[in-house]
Nanobody
Framework: QVQLVESGGGSVQPGGTLRLSCAATGDSYSIRYMAWFRQVPGKEREGVATLYTRGSATWYAASVKGRFTISQDNAKNTVYLQMNSLKPEDTAMYYC??????????????????WGQGTQVTVSS
């Protein structure tokens, strides 16, 4: 089993920055991919960014490419999401996901088996 704990959400003005963190504990050695998703009420969970934890490959949703960066600190078993140039439409609950599967659909929530509790990001003036 893997446990994920997110932190770093909050409220910012448009154009601002936030950095989210996701710490993995438990059987973290089994993880191959970690990702960030977001969800607003009444909508499906949307893939934001995915990282292959055993290499450097990353994938991004078109809506965040060039503004968000996913990265990892292997020593801390932690994945980060640096969010720059935030827009009101980035407002959502952000979730960290992880999986040990070797083949996934990179920005699809069904590919991920472990989830954190979520952290709220609000972008508003």
């Amino acid at each position: 089993q893997v446990q994920l704990v997110e932190s770093g959400g909050g409220s910012v003005q448009p154009g601002g920055t936030l950095r989210l963190s996701c710490a993995a504990t438990g059987d973290s050695y089994s993880i191959r991919y970690m990702a960030w998703f977001r969800q607003v009420p009444g909508k499906e969970r949307e893939g934001v960014a995915t990282l292959y934890t055993r290499g450097s490959a990353t994938w991004y949703a078109a809506s965040v490419k060039g503004r968000f960066t996913i990265s990892q600190d292997n020593a801390k078993n932690t994945v980060y999401l640096q969010m720059n140039s935030l827009k009101p439409e980035d407002t959502a609950m952000y979730y960290c996901g992880a999986t040990g599967r070797s083949v996934i659909v990179t920005l699809n929530a069904d590919s991920f088996d472990y989830w954190g509790q979520g952290t709220q990001v609000t972008v508003s003036s």
